[in-house]
């Protein structure tokens, strides 16, 4: 079974950093794909981070680019969002999902086959 446990969320103010952690488990697949969701009050879900287990590589949309970093640590299990020059429209709640196959749009959440329950972070200005 797989599960993914997002944590780190909080307040900060902007301009602030905050790193989310995910730690998961039962992804026994030879690849798949780990990534970052955010969803803010009244709007739809946005990918904003995703990252390859077999090439490493890294996947974000321009909204956060620069800005914010995913990492994985396969040793502890637990990927990593690293956000940092926060702003107040970063507010939303993040969820962390993960799949088979990132495919040809690894940051689409209809992609995912997993995912775990959201932890919220509030920018404030």
């Known amino acids: 079974e797989v599960q993914l446990q997002a944590s780190g969320g909080g307040l900060v103010q902007a301009g602030g950093s905050l790193t989310l952690s995910c730690v998961h488990s039962?992804?026994?697949?030879?690849?798949?794909?780990i990534a970052w969701f955010r969803r803010a009050p009244g709007k739809q879900f946005e990918g904003v981070a995703a990252?390859?287990?077999?090439?490493?590589?890294?996947f974000y949309p321009d909204s956060v680019k620069g800005r914010f970093t995913i990492v994985s640590d396969s040793a502890k299990n637990t990927v990593y969002l690293q956000m940092n020059s926060l702003k107040p429209e970063d507010t939303a709640v993040y969820y962390c999902?993960?799949?088979?196959?990132?495919?040809?749009?690894?940051?689409?959440?209809?992609?995912?086959?997993?995912w775990g329950k959201g932890t919220l972070v509030t920018v404030s200005s």
């Open positions: 999902a993960a799949t088979r196959r990132l495919g040809s749009s690894p940051l689409d959440p209809y992609g995912m086959d997993y």
């Open positions: 039962g992804l026994t697949f030879a690849d798949y794909g």
């Open positions: 990252i390859s287990k077999s090439t490493g590589d890294t």
